[in-house]
Nanobody, 121 residues
Framework: QVQLVESGGGLVQAGDSLRLSCAAS????????MGWFRQAPGTEREFVAA????????NYADSVKGRFTISRDNAKNTVYLQMNRLKPEDTAVYYC??????????????WGQGTQVTVSS
């Protein structure tokens, strides 16, 4: 069992940066690939980024590639999402998830409660 708690969301202006964190409980954090997903009002949840168990491989949605960076610190049981050059269309609730490698929700078994990111124009 893994419990995930996101933090770091907030209200920023277009062009600003934010770093989201996701702290995981338990001693098996390094056994899971980690992902970030987001859901804007009236839309389905979508994939943002994923990182492998050791942090050696990453994958990004085209919409965030070059602006967002996912990383993890297995010693701290934490995964991060550094978001630069934010756009109003990045506004969403951001969720972290633990599971198997990939960009589909069904591959992830554990989810956090989400943190709101709002980008004003």
């Amino acid at each position: 069992q893994v419990q995930l708690v996101e933090s770091g969301g907030g209200l920023v202006q277009a062009g600003d940066s934010l770093r989201l964190s996701c702290a995981a409980s338990g001693r098996t954090f390094s056994s899971y690939a980690m992902g970030w997903f987001r859901q804007a009002p009236g839309t389905e949840r979508e994939f943002v980024a994923a990182i492998g168990r050791s942090g050696g491989v990453t994958n990004y949605a085209d919409s965030v590639k070059g602006r967002f960076t996912i990383s993890r610190d297995n010693a701290k049981n934490t995964v991060y999402l550094q978001m630069n050059r934010l756009k109003p269309e990045d506004t969403a609730v951001y969720y972290c998830a633990a599971g198997r490698w990939g960009n589909k929700e069904s591959l992830y078994d554990y989810w956090g409660q989400g943190t709101q990111v709002t980008v004003s124009s």
